[in-house]
């Protein structure tokens, strides 16, 4: 809507020179022009927010997974603003699963919602005292949680690990995008919500 309206806009100017080329017709011309254009003006006005397809206000944007080094986008997946995706790995010292759960806040940014885990290990919280004082920390059923209160992110830094690590993301479609299956071990990645996904966007290959 809002490119509908940067279009829109500019032909004010264009009906002001029309009708002072056309000036010889009389100003009635002119002031025809001015009333349909406030016309148009105000039905957009009145359409409200861009709109999907489907009639509903425009959340769609893309995960996207840069590559730092090489400053390029190495893949990206659909998304919209609501969805949550969960980055999973083992630790490289406890070999425990951790699960970090995001949202998609806005068409810009992640949230960190939750971080999951089941055993102490190096750079992982022991207990309530080392997590931001507005997380709660929870233990039941032989596991932690930290929950966080959507805690913007504009990027999430991922250092891949090996194949034991196995970084990958859970996408809310069920897909899990394999970091490894993009960059090699040891790259420095980064998640982060893209506006709109480089072209082509890259999707699952349908099952035969």
């Known amino acids: ?31 025809v022009l001015a009333l ?34 090489a ?4 893949a990206a997946r659909e998304v919209h603003v609501g969805d949550e995706v969960e980055l999973r790995h083992r630790h490289s010292v406890t070999r425990r699963p951790i699960r970090e759960r ?15 885990f089941d055993a102490h290990g190096p750079n992982l919280p022991a207990g309530p005292d080392q997590v931001p ?19 913007p992110q504009p990027s999430v830094p991922v250092a891949t690990g090996s194949a034991d690590v196995d970084h990958r993301v859970l996408l809310p ?13 040891g790259t420095l990645v980064e998640l982060a919500i893209a506006p709109e996904p480089p072209q082509p966007l890259e999707r699952p ?3 035969p």
């Open 102 to 116: 995001f949202s998609v806040l806005d068409r810009e940014r992640l949230a960190l919602e939750e971080l999951w």
């Open 71 to 74: 400053d390029e986008v190495v």
């Open 173 to 185: 479609n069920g897909e899990e995008l394999v970091l490894l299956e993009h960059v090699e071990a």
């Open 133 to 151: 004082p507005q997380a709660e920390w929870t233990a039941e059923d032989g596991a932690y949680r930290v929950i966080h209160p959507s805690t």
């Open 1 to 31: 809507m809002r490119e509908a309206l940067r279009r829109v806009r500019p032909t004010r100017a264009v009906a002001q020179g029309a009708a002072a080329r056309l000036g010889v017709v009389g100003a009635g011309v002119a002031g």
């Open 205 to 207: 290959e349908p099952e």
């Open 36 to 69: 349909v254009l406030v016309v148009v003006l105000a039905a957009l006005a009145l359409a409200g927010p861009a709109t999907s397809p489907r009639g509903e206000a425009a959340t769609g944007a893309a995960l996207i997974v840069r590559d730092v080094g």
